[in-house]
């Protein structure tokens, strides 16, 4: 039974744990009316660099260490020398990492993707190196506040980080306009605020130890996540950087990453909620030794789709009637066309979550550099081939298209430990028609009917969504209503 505690903190572990990467999409209002558009295309590029950055400094720590320090958690002694473990490795790691993107790192990622040299290492390279490593800290820290359970400490510290990081990147882009000190600097500042005062909340909670019997675990877990999430980066960013090879221009970078920050809403959305069921799923499937679906946990992932299908046709339709009212530059208006592809593809993102839970659980994360390596084969050469012959519509194919492939994969590797069964129509059957839906009616779409089609879609998976899941509905409803009456003839 889903429980009001886990409503409220599913509110803050998907909303709040949004805000760090949200920021980012807020201070677009500002962005565009005070940095030119190639500017604005040169900001995505850095910003795409430092999370890559930020996956080497964290070795898979990030996602490896709040998953590992589960087992430990009636252990007390045991967990404090885990944690302080991995805060030190975290230094260690970030320290060379810093070192190696310094001298030679960045320079030679710089030669392969541009080609007149666009990004420069002094300052604004070393500004994203620098925050890349310190982000590392704190996203790590916040897994681990998830995985316990904290939403509290996790709410304030993502707060305060949100805060400075908008804070000081506004002031910055007021007193220097039209150049990339606000967003870059702006980033750094609040990255050396927010990763301080992670230090010091693990430091005392925790502190500095090193115990080298937890070396040996830590290192097989998190390698093959590393691997991972460097295939996951190359996936979800590279297409930026091929972009910028094809067109030597930071201008559709930047409409471009626009359309897809827009919807990644939908993603930030599905993540939070993951990131907030998954540590309540594995603990069902390790108290009752479970390798197979079972009813109460597939509920979690009914709702996630149903959520998950309103979600994107609502947004590609209200999108193009805000944004005029926020943004007033008109060559981002462009990236409307893109919003319905690429907000598409995240109906499938359903069932990479659903297959990829099974394989963190079951500690089988050797299995995802298999699974995102063939993603990143595919990423590469399909958004090589698409962005030369379609420039930006290429690209957004590439998108869509990546989204469905990695989740097949992932499915191959999982049902080697994990037995699926779940309802077809509710997981799979409904998602597709959806997607077929939208790319079908996509072709027919002009720029006068655009918001009448777009209604058609969320008519249409609202309907959809009905149907398929009416009878638990009713079910709901006459539980709520029977609950209310009982409570009404109940004396007082």
Same mark, same amino acid.
């Given at each position: ?163 400075? %990081?908008?804070? +000081? ?5 007021? #007193?220097?306009? =039209? @150049? &990339?000190?606000?967003?870059? !600097?702006?980033? $750094? ?104 679906? %079972?009813?109460? +946990? ?5 709702? #996630?789709?149903? =959520? @998950? &299908?309103?979600?994107?046709? !609502?947004?590609? $339709? ?175």
């Amino acid at each position: 039974m889903i429980s009001k505690k886990f409503l409220q903190s599913s509110l803050i572990y998907s909303v709040v744990g949004a805000l760090p990467y949200a920021s980012g999409f807020i201070l677009i209002l500002w962005f565009t009316r005070y940095l030119t558009p190639a500017q604005f295309g040169l900001n995505v590029l850095y910003i795409s660099l430092m999370y890559f950055i930020q996956i080497i400094s964290t070795f898979g720590l990030d996602m490896s260490a709040a998953i590992m320090s589960i087992d430990y958690k009636d252990e007390v002694g045991r967990l404090k020398r885990f944690i302080g473990t991995v805060l030190l490795g975290l230094i260690l790691i970030g320290g060379m990492t810093f070192i190696l993107f310094l001298f030679g790192g960045f320079q030679l990622f710089n030669h392969v993707f541009s080609k007149e040299s666009i990004l420069i290492l002094l300052p604004f390279g070393l500004f994203t190196i620098i925050s890349a490593v310190l982000n590392g800290v704190f996203k790590t820290y916040s897994s681990f506040l998830i995985y316990q359970q904290r939403p509290v400490r996790f709410f304030w510290l993502n707060i305060f980080n949100f805060l400075m %990081t908008i804070g +000081v990147s506004l002031l910055l882009l007021y #007193l220097y306009p =039209f @150049t &990339l000190y606000g967003p870059i !600097l702006g980033r $750094l500042i609040a990255a050396v605020f927010t990763s301080s005062i992670t230090f010091f909340l693990i430091a005392k909670e925790y502190g500095f130890q090193w115990e080298r019997t937890f070396f040996k675990p830590i290192f097989s877990f998190s390698s093959p996540l590393m691997l991972y999430a460097i295939l996951l980066w190359t996936v979800s960013y590279i297409d930026r950087f091929i972009l910028l090879r094809f067109l030597n221009d930071p201008v559709p970078v930047g409409i471009y990453d626009f359309g897809v920050k827009i919807v990644l809403l939908v993603d930030l959305l599905q993540v939070g909620l993951v990131n907030t069921i998954n540590p309540i799923i594995f603990r069902i499937w390790k108290d009752q030794n479970l390798s197979e679906s %079972t009813v109460e +946990v597939n509920r979690y992932y009914n709702g #996630l789709t149903a =959520f @998950t &299908l309103v979600l994107i046709p !609502l947004l590609v $339709l209200l999108t193009p009637i805000i944004i005029p009212f926020l943004i007033s530059n008109a060559i981002y208006y462009q990236a409307f066309g893109l919003l319905a592809v690429l907000a598409a593809g995240y109906a499938s993102r359903i069932w990479t979550f659903m297959f990829m839970a099974p394989l963190l659980f079951f500690k089988r994360t050797y299995s995802l550099p298999k699974v995102f390596g063939y993603s990143a084969i595919f990423e590469v050469i399909a958004a090589i081939v698409l962005i030369h012959f379609f420039g930006l519509m290429g690209a957004v194919w590439v998108n869509f298209l990546v989204k469905p492939i990695q989740a097949f994969f992932l499915y191959l590797e999982a049902r080697k430990v994990f037995t699926f069964r779940f309802n077809k129509w509710k997981i799979l059957y409904l998602p597709i028609i959806f997607m077929v839906v939208v790319l079908s009616s996509e072709i027919l779409i002009t720029d006068s009917t655009r918001l009448l089609f777009h209604a058609g879609q969320l008519l249409l998976s609202c309907t959809m969504i009905y149907f398929i899941y009416r009878k638990e509905m009713v079910f709901v409803v006459k539980n709520v209503l029977n609950k209310r009456l009982s409570q009404g003839s109940s004396p007082r």
